[in-house]
């Protein structure tokens, strides 16, 4: 059975520092792109970051370019988002989700964990 | 990077039929996913490449997609179908693989 698990989450002052990580298990997590999507407090999905199933492509929301970091470790079976300098507009909740098609990256997101509340506040 | 319009809600009877719409230029050349958001839980998909059901979902969701309009359509719809519902927009620029809608909250009356 496959299970996406965050961790990492919680209270950070703006400004300040915080890495997610997307423990996975039931899967081949190396032959997959994953994804990091987030979900402010009473609004909509925004896809946040994804990368490739060898880290070749990586790409980022417009938002958040130049301060969050997507990363895996396959020997790990694990995702991670650096995320520096937080704002406010950071607050949400942040699953991490995986693609439904080995070896590609743009298909549709077949699996995703519980979520995980970031709260930037001073 | 796409821009994708839904209606904020739509309203329906127990029984009866809801559509819910994605807008984007030329949508109906791009592959379009929803996924359904029940309260306080992770999305699930429930309709992609544009028609296409994952196992598990009911036969009652449907999808279509032409135009610069792509439907979502839920069938004799029931109480449990109370939820937000998301499309996406697959885009083969491999900075935005993942572009969302902003959203329609379907209310079962």
């Known amino acids: 059975e496959v299970h996406l698990v965050e961790s990492g989450g919680g209270l950070v002052q703006p400004g300040r520092s915080l890495r997610l990580s997307c423990a996975v298990s039931?899967?081949?997590?190396?032959?997959?792109?994953m994804h990091w999507v987030r979900q402010a407090p009473g609004k909509g999905l925004e896809w946040v970051s994804g990368?490739?199933?060898?880290?070749?492509?990586?790409g980022y929301v417009d938002s958040v370019k130049g301060r969050f970091t997507i990363s895996r470790d396959n020997a790990k079976n694990s995702l991670y988002l650096q995320m520096n300098s937080l704002r406010g507009e950071d607050t949400a909740l942040y699953f991490c989700a995986r693609e439904s098609e080995r070896y590609t990256y743009g298909s549709p997101f077949d699996y995703w964990g519980q979520g995980l509340l970031v709260t930037v506040s001073s | 990077s796409h821009v994708l319009t839904q209606p904020p809600s739509v309203s329906v009877a127990p029984g009866k039929t809801a559509s819910i719409t994605c807008g984007g230029n030329n949508i109906g050349r791009k592959s379009v996913h929803w996924y359904q958001q029940r309260p306080g839980q992770a999305p699930v998909l429930v309709i992609y490449y544009d028609r296409d059901r994952p196992s598990g979902i009911p036969e009652r969701f449907s999808g279509s997609n032409s135009g610069n309009t792509a439907t979502l359509t839920i069938s004799r719809v029931e109480a449990g179908d109370e939820a937000d519902y998301y499309c996406?927009?697959?885009?083969?620029?491999?900075?935005?693989?993942?572009?969302f809608g902003g959203g329609t909250r379907v209310t079962v009356l």
């Open positions: 996406q927009v697959r885009d083969n620029n491999s900075d935005h693989p993942g572009v």
């Open positions: 039931g899967f081949s997590f190396d032959d997959y792109a």
């Open positions: 990368i490739t199933w060898n880290s070749g492509a990586i």
